[in-house]
T-cell receptor, first 113, second 111 residues
């Protein structure tokens, strides 16, 4: 069964460092998403991406965040200068329709020290 | 008003009980509706889509009332394995598209 894969599964970084989280969506999907879940809290929408551009983003997705689909298979989330409050599980998801079912990766846990 | 609001929970029920989850959403332009399940420290997974006509999948029944902007999920004959967090999810496309998750309702089913 096709699946969304994410790397790394866990990353520990120092405050102020840049982090890149990688995702390989399901191959025939066209809609891509990043979500964040701080431990014990809700799944928060960060950004949606379609046709090589951002479709929608939340207030959380400020200038410190960026997304890219560099090579037609990977979908990356970059955090330019990490803060303590960026510590969370980051989930990538993909879907075949803009408002349809989402398929999630297992997440990348980011710990900022 | 929150975009998607759910019962705060948690719900603690014995095996075999019937459990009802409630959800409301604020954006009347919302187009698609889902219930997802999330196990502890795992990714969310689709439980079922929700349609205006209502739909059933075994022990699970979902209902949507667009006029009231209300979504429900009913679990009958609950099992220990139903213990998880249930997430109400709404998708909207108003030029850009996004899928918003409620905070979730935690369910504990006990023997």
């Amino acid at each position: 069964e096709p699946e969304v894969t994410q790397t790394p599964s866990h990353q520990v970084t120092q405050m102020g460092q840049e982090v890149i989280l990688r995702c390989v969506p399901i191959s025939n999907h066209l809609y891509f998403y990043w979500y964040r879940q701080i431990l014990g809290q809700k799944v928060e929408f960060l950004v949606s991406f379609y046709n090589n551009e951002i479709s929608e983003k939340s207030e959380i997705f400020d200038d410190q965040f960026s997304v890219e689909r560099p090579d037609g298979s990977n979908f990356t989330l970059k955090i330019r200068s990490t803060k303590l409050e960026d510590s969370a599980m980051y989930f990538c998801a993909s879907g075949s329709g803009g408002t349809g079912e989402l398929f999630f990766g297992e997440g990348s846990r980011l710990t900022v020290l | 008003r929150k975009e998607v609001e759910q019962d705060p929970g948690p719900f603690n029920v014995p095996e075999g009980a019937t459990v009802a989850f409630n959800c409301t959403y604020s954006n009347s332009a919302s187009q698609s509706f889902f219930w997802y399940r999330q196990d502890c420290r795992k990714e969310p997974k689709l439980l079922m889509s929700v349609y205006s006509s209502g739909n059933e999948d075994g022990r699970f029944t979902a209902q949507l009332n667009r006029a009231s902007q209300y979504i429900s999920l009913l679990i009958r004959d609950s099992k220990l394995s139903d213990s998880a967090t249930y997430l109400c999810v709404v998708s909207v496309n108003t030029g850009g598209f996004k899928t918003i998750f409620g905070a979730g309702t935690r369910l504990f089913v006990k023997a």
